[in-house]
Nanobody, 121 residues
Framework: QVQLVESGGGLVQAGGSLRLSCVAS????????MDWYRQAPGKQRELVAT???????NYRDSVKGRFTISRDNAKNTVYLQMNSLKPEDTGVYYCRVDVSLLYKLGIYSYWGQGTQVTVSS
């Protein structure tokens, strides 16, 4: 019903930048919150940043001032601009969206497949 395709991950040196994108497609009427999560090896998945349908944003403390989440509603896309990257930012980054569907009542959550971000020291 809904597909999420992420891109933009890769290998970067500490202090570098990457921009992640996540495009949602399918039988979508509207998208509410859009989030980025990450999971480092051996650790639990953690919420990195959220952008609401109204454009409000929220970040975990460790990325404030370095990461920026944004969305393009016309393209059903959420972005994560990551600057001043640190080795501890390494992990698999996942997007998550809450959507209303065309043929089904309610709000449903979908996850992307993940994209690897590796920051070398």
């Amino acid at each position: 019903q809904v597909q999420l395709v992420e891109s933009g991950g890769g290998l970067v040196q500490a202090g570098g930048s990457l921009r992640l994108s996540c495009v949602a497609s399918g039988s979508i009427v509207s998208i509410n919150d859009m989030d980025w999560y990450r999971q480092a090896p051996g650790k639990q998945r953690e919420l990195v940043a959220t952008v609401t349908s109204g454009g409000s944003t929220n970040y975990r403390d460790s990325v404030k001032g370095r990461f920026t989440i944004s969305r393009d509603n016309a393209k059903n896309t959420v972005y994560l601009q990551m600057n001043s990257l640190k080795p501890e930012d390494t992990g698999v980054y996942y997007c998550r969206v809450d959507v209303s569907l065309l043929y089904k009542l309610g709000i449903y959550s979908y996850w992307g497949q993940g994209t690897q971000v590796t920051v070398s020291s």
